[in-house]
T-cell receptor
């Protein structure tokens, strides 16, 4: 079974702090997507990364795709309570889509 | 109305009941999915419909029965469920291209199911 590990599993921080979450696989991705799921809602697509080494920015969020296309990271600068939620990565291959184990983030005011 | 809509938002049912979950998408997408989200487990893909035909069934027990009457609607019929089936059931849609998935999923808000 292919596994897509995310770390850390849980993260509780104060507003204004920076954080990084990771998504790692033992095999190469075609591409990778990051989703955020707020309490009581379904996941919402944040970004798709396709090229090894690619970096994408979405306001205070910076997404990086590893050079070897086996890992990705999401960095949040100056976290806000509105960033609270479950962050999920999705590994995209031509024949399979696999969600990561998730990182649950709580940002306190 | 836009996006993916799921009803009901919450459902409590006994083990001998029969109920159905409904999903509707207004995005013109050509694929629809049912996912199960349990505590402490990754999202589990249950069923995939592409162009209204079922293309994947991930060894889901027969007490879950999907139906896709057209490209905008998806149902999940439930009967004789077990307490361990309690979970958040998410519907999603996507626009499938030529084997690529770069546009991603659009999810509904889910149905929180409790089996008692």
């Amino acid at each position: 079974t292919q596994l897509l590990e995310q770390s850390p599993q849980f993260l509780s921080i104060q507003e204004g702090e920076n954080l990084t979450v990771y998504c790692n696989s033992s095999s190469v991705f075609s591409s990778l997507q990051w989703y955020r799921q707020e309490p009581g809602e379904g996941p919402v697509l944040l970004v798709t990364v396709v090229t090894g080494g690619e970096v994408k920015k979405l306001k205070r969020l910076t997404f990086q795709f590893g050079d070897a296309r086996k890992d990705s990271s999401l960095h949040i600068t100056a976290a806000q309570p509105g960033d609270t939620g479950l962050y999920l990565c999705l590994k995209v291959n031509t024949d399979k889509l696999i969600f990561g184990t998730g990182t649950r983030l709580q940002v306190f005011p | 109305e836009t996006g993916v809509t799921q009803t009901p938002r919450h459902l409590v049912m006994g083990m001998t009941n029969k109920k159905s979950l409904k999903c509707e998408q207004h995005l013109g997408h050509n694929a629809m999915y049912w996912y199960k989200q349990s505590a402490k487990k990754p999202l589990e893909l249950m069923f995939v419909y592409s162009l209204e035909e079922r293309v994947e069934n991930n060894s889901v027990p027969s007490r879950f029965s999907p139906e896709c009457p057209n490209s905008s609607h998806l149902f999940l019929h439930l009967h004789t469920l077990q307490p361990e089936d309690s979970a958040l059931y998410l519907c999603a849609s996507s626009q499938e291209g030529t084997g690529q998935f770069n546009y991603g999923y659009t999810f509904g808000s889910g149905t929180r199911l409790t089996v008692v």
